[in-house]
């Protein structure tokens, strides 16, 4: 936003400087209220309190309405993930974490995992190769078979499940849509025991 030279302008034996949004008495003033056009649409408000109030006149714009662009890729609504090499062979659909930059499974029985699950592995990754790790959006898996409307868990070496765990740290990593899909979205973890 430029800034503009300021509006000075009398009132009685006062002076006002009517900048933008900022409005300096110089002098007190001593009479009944006015109202004063101002040359840039402001009308400046002096009352026997010596308060003053600038009310500007709103600007209306009119733009052009567009027609609407093509449609987006489809299938790559929502879903959010990285990739990390894999420290050791890693399967596809399991929960991991990092350990020094690379991937390893996430287990629900190593309460230090508890706050550093990054994802779901979206297919098998050879170590060193790069993992993709979806950490949002839906996943489909075909052998899957979820209670729909169900938590899914991070169980024993990152295998995903419906049950909740009853030691370690409990934490779900999504919700089944359909028996073959999750919506995949960590919520805060549970710690069990220590």
Known sequence: MSRCAPDILEVGDSELVVDEQIVVVVDSV????DVLETPSDESVTVDADETVVVTREPEFILLDIGTQGPPGVPGAMGEAYVEFPAAVPLGGHRAVRLLGGEAIYADHTVVADANVV????????????????????????????????????????????????????????????????????????IVLQE
Do not use: N
């Open 30 to 33: 001593e009479q009944a209220a």
């Open 118 to 189: 990054l994802g779901i592995t979206r297919g098998a990754a050879a170590a060193g190769a790069l993992a993709q790790i979806q950490f949002g959006g839906l996943m489909t898996e075909p052998s899957w078979a979820w209670t729909p409307d169900q938590p899914v868990f991070v169980g024993l070496a990152g295998v995903l499940t419906q049950t909740p765990p009853t030691s370690g740290f409990s934490l779900i990593v999504g919700i089944a849509t359909l028996p073959t899909q999750i919506l995949i979205g960590a919520k805060a973890p």
